[in-house]
């Protein structure tokens, strides 16, 4: 094994066996290094994954005699005192679940390459004990929003309701809804992308709509035109990694501020958007402990609620 330690971490690399021929990276990875599979597959999303020298997503296919390298965190110090993250808002609080309003600039949860607060990290400086299932870093959440997307989110507090809310999600039982601001005109005005989504062939911190991705359907409806942007109420069948922003960049019609996926920087600049206009507004779940429904709303945050006062004026 070639290992390499550092103050910044450890650089292992390590032969692909012949038995584990054709399985994911975060797989191998996890087999290989002795790491939870959700540690392997924030480190491949982090960009820190080779194989054979080049640069791997989590979704990617090892072959038997390959070389896998990892850049691996430094160990932990001293555990530090979680820190209050401001603008997090409690919306819902019982013995199961915390459904929270989520500023922008604020993680799900811990991962590689992020220091900026976190949902997790605020829940626990606010007081709150959340479920102890899935991997150490990312305890009690069952799904995440972008770091740079705002709006509601659901943390499950005890185990029964991670095991519930796990399967709900990927049974498709939850009502995700988004609004997005997106450039142009989507047309038709209401319709459905089913398109699969993978990383982006030539860049692995994209991801794109890829022959032979993970399907990704997304419903949509225009609910307000301007003359430059359409705002477009948005439900999720499935919740692939940048779901929404891929998608409506496919149809050249991306997220206003979002560059990243091909957004015009002039347009946000004028109406004052420093990220993807994108906001998590309506969450609809059943209740892990006794299957009431419960529904959720977010109002816009002033960034993004200034936006549309600007193009409202214009109109």
């Not at 808002?89 to 220091?115: F, L, Q, R, Y």
């Not at 992308?193 to 991705?213: C, E, L, M």
């Amino acid at each position: 094994m070639d290992a390499v330690t550092s103050s910044a971490g450890q650089h292992r690399a390590l032969p692909v066996p012949d038995g584990l021929e054709g399985q994911r990276v975060d797989q191998a990875l996890s087999r290989l290094f002795g790491l939870s599979r959700g540690a392997a597959a924030d480190l491949a999303d982090a960009g820190v994954v080779l194989l054979d020298g080049r640069v791997r997503g989590k979704g990617d296919r090892v072959s038997g005699g390959s070389w896998l390298e990892v850049e691996l965190p430094p160990p932990p110090g001293e555990p530090t005192a979680p820190e209050p993250v401001a603008g997090l808002t409690v919306v819902h609080d019982d013995d199961d679940i915390v459904v929270v309003d989520k500023p922008v600039g604020v993680a799900a949860h811990p991962s590689p390459g992020w220091e900026g607060p976190t949902v997790v990290g605020g829940l626990a400086a606010a007081g709150y004990r959340v479920s102890t299932s899935g991997a150490a870093e990312r305890q009690g959440v069952v799904h995440r929003l972008d770091a740079a997307t705002t709006g509601l989110m659901v943390v499950a507090k005890s185990e029964r309701a991670y095991t519930v809310l796990k399967a709900a999600f990927k049974e498709r039982t939850v009502d995700k809804g988004y609004h997005a601001l997106v450039q142009g005109h989507p047309d038709p005005s209401r319709g459905t992308i089913d398109a699969p989504i993978d990383r982006h062939p030539k860049h692995d911190w994209r991801f794109a709509v890829v022959q032979g991705g993970r399907p990704s359907v997304t419903h949509y409806e225009v609910v307000e035109a301007f003359p430059a942007a359409s705002l477009v109420d948005i439900k999720l069948e499935t919740g692939r990694t940048h779901q929404i922003r891929v998608h409506f960049s496919a149809l050249r019609h991306p997220c206003v501020g979002d560059t990243t996926y091909g957004a015009d920087p002039t347009l946000a600049a004028r109406l004052g958007v420093s990220r993807q206009w994108l906001h998590a507004v309506h969450l609809g779940l059943a209740h892990p402990a006794d299957g009431r429904w419960m529904e959720f709303r977010s109002p816009y945050p002033p960034d993004l609620a200034g936006a549309l006062d600007i193009l409202r004026a214009e109109a």
